[in-house]
């Protein structure tokens, strides 16, 4: 009588083991690493406005579709793709060494006429 459970309990343990895939519609880490970098440039911008708290939500809100516009990227797919990379620390902190490497380059040059 036992031995049915521990079988079930090991079969339930190997099958929770099962490595994830990562799902086709999650960002690659570059283009993930691409918006985060001007999601956080755009999120600067926005609190840097002489504008009230509330205001600059609504700007930055307008600002990030931009965002996710020039990277043909909708909002769903950029939060899903976050949930998606948050279950992986490591390769969160990786990308986000990434984005803060590239956000440093970009602050060292302020005259770059480069759009964010």
């Given at each position: ?6 079988a ?7 099958l929770?083991?099962e ?17 985060l ?79 964010f």
């Amino acid at each position: 009588m036992k031995s049915p459970i521990w079988a079930i309990l090991l079969l339930f343990l190997i099958l929770s083991c099962e490595s994830k895939k990562k799902p086709s519609y999650v960002l690659s880490k570059e283009k993930m690493i691409s918006v985060l970098i001007d999601i956080h440039l755009t999120e600067g911008i926005a609190s840097a406005l002489p504008i009230s708290y509330d205001s600059s939500q609504t700007v930055y809100s307008l600002m990030e579709q931009e965002v996710f516009d020039k990277h043909q990227v909708s909002d769903s797919i950029f939060q899903e793709s976050m949930r998606y990379y948050l279950q992986f620390p490591d390769q969160m902190d990786e990308l986000y060494a990434r984005v803060i490497d590239s956000l440093v380059v970009k602050e060292s040059a302020p005259d770059s006429q480069e759009p964010f």
